[in-house]
């Protein structure tokens, strides 16, 4: 509540003196979650050096890691208020907003592999989800790739059965709900800043996320045990408060739109590598003993996730999901 009466003041000083490209230089604040030195920290850096660059310093963007300023929900809430410009939430957070179609992302296995991301990202699925935004107030510029899945636990996750009675953080999306509950956990949503602490006191017992983000937020001190299951995404789309997009002068705007292009490509290059580096690092740590998945034991997982697609269907779309299991080629169910 408190935050949102600092949006409300900090939105009211704005409406003062006038709109963001009337200032100069003109701030774009970009707030995100996650640390620096992840794909997404690192794609935002690229962002604000090629942006400042292209504009001849007519652009400044302030990058806030780490949720600085916000939280998951409360940042969604402060872009649409104008009270930040840019955010990237995981594709995971839109359902609150009303465009819960993004929560296709979430299905266990629907992505078989990055060629697969790409295809659906850069063309008409891709493309349409982005422009769901727009009667938010918000204009979806980009989509950052971070990168497939693992779980922790203090319990060693190999059968469905060890999932049973396991508190679960997840995301705001149903779609994550509807997974751990077919494996028999319970899920909890908590804002991405509270997991480490949540683990830490047992508040939850585990949770699911990428390698980055599990290395650079320590999970690894609190989590004696991974498996590397890859049986889901997590990526970004990267959006901005629509008005003050649209108050871009536009010679502005095609430069910052060209630094956003390049930083995609920068973010959506690193990625793999970031999230391979990170295992490497946390095998290093020898806090977590690390779990490689047979077949045998995917089979297993992906048997008991098969009706979450069904389940969620009336959720995301009938139609969305078929169009998007054609497009990356995934087996249907
Ligand atoms: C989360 O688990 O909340 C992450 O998706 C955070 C992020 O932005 O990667």
Known sequence: MKKLIAIAASVATLALIG??????????????????NTPKGQGAEKFKELAEKYTNGKVKVEVYPNSQLYKDKEEVEALQLGAVQMLAPSLAKFGPLGVKEFEVFDLPYILPDKAALARITKGPIGKGLLAKLEPKGITGLAYWDNGFKIMTANRPLIHVQDFQGLKMRIQSSKVLDAQFRALGAIPQV?????????????????????????????MHEVQKYMTISNHGYIGYAVIVNKKFWDGLPPDVRTQVDKAMAEATEFANGIS?????????????????????QTAAEKAEWMKALEPVTQEMASRVGKDLIAAFKKEAGAKSN
Do not use: R
């Not at 509270?194 to 996320?209: F, H, I, K, L, R």
């Open 190 to 218: 908590l804002a991405f800043s509270e997991v480490y602490q949540a683990m830490q006191t047992g508040v939850v017992d585990g949770n699911e996320n990428t390698p980055s983000n599990v290395y650079t937020q320590k």
């Open 19 to 36: 709109p963001a490209a009337a200032q100069s230089p003109i701030i774009i604040k970009f707030s995100h979650v996650v640390a620096p």
């Open 272 to 292: 793999q590598k970031e999230n391979d580096d990170a295992i490497v690092a946390m095998k290093k740590a020898g806090t977590t003993t690390f779990h490689e």
